[in-house]
């Protein structure tokens, strides 16, 4: 089974393996990169993503990607297992990250950078002082990669953080050229 992630949602995917009782890995090449989640009859037990190493964050990641190509490899193994949640409750965590987040990450890449923006209000804003920290890496001019390494956060929490910024209109996206 092949296809695209504009045909076919990760949670169609993911179902229609489940259904047909076999076991492999499901290829993602992503806009973020590749991804891979092993299957075993009804259970999610493993994944990789550009971002995180391995486990939840790596196909919770995966969800949010809504262009790019995917592959199911029967009868691949890992012998890694860093899954252990339901299926079903893997997958109402994907969709609920994908309504979340996908179109915030459909705006950027792992090149892209930000603006602090300058006429900012914030007389009703509380900042943590690791909110400062990551408005400050943002305020760089980082790249999302940098700013992951930099912040030693993971991509899911680099979105949440930035959506939250967006939305205070603290921070924008740079457009390319800019």
């Keep these: 089974m092949k296809g695209t992630l504009e045909s076919f949602?990760?949670?169609?995917?993911?179902q229609a393996v489940n259904q047909s009782k076999k076991f492999g890995r499901i290829d993602i090449q992503g806009a973020h990169g590749q991804y891979g989640i092993y299957i075993n009859k009804d259970n999610i037990y493993h994944a990789f993503s550009p971002h995180y190493e391995r486990g939840i964050n790596a196909v919770l990641e995966a969800f949010i990607?809504?262009?790019?190509?995917?592959?199911?490899?029967?009868?691949?193994?890992?012998?890694?297992?860093?899954?252990?949640?339901?299926?079903?409750?893997?997958?109402?965590?994907?969709?609920?990250?994908?309504?979340?987040?996908?179109s915030l990450n459909s705006e950027i890449s792992d090149d892209t950078t930000f603006d602090l923006v300058q006429e900012a209000n914030f007389e009703n804003i509380s900042l943590s002082g690791s909110d400062l920290k990551f408005l400050r890496d943002l305020g760089k001019g980082l790249p999302v990669s940098s700013v992951l390494k930099e912040e030693n956060i993971d991509y899911i929490t680099f979105l949440r953080k930035l959506k939250s910024f967006i939305d205070i209109k603290l921070v924008?996206?740079?457009?390319?050229?800019?």
């Design 172 to 178: 924008k996206i740079k457009k390319a050229g800019q």
């Design 65 to 102: 990607e809504t262009k790019g190509t995917f592959e199911f490899k029967e009868m691949l193994n890992s012998k890694f297992i860093t899954i252990s949640k339901p299926f079903f409750d893997v997958i109402t965590e994907g969709i609920a990250l994908k309504e979340e987040l996908a």
């Design 9 to 14: 949602s990760l949670e169609e995917i993911l």
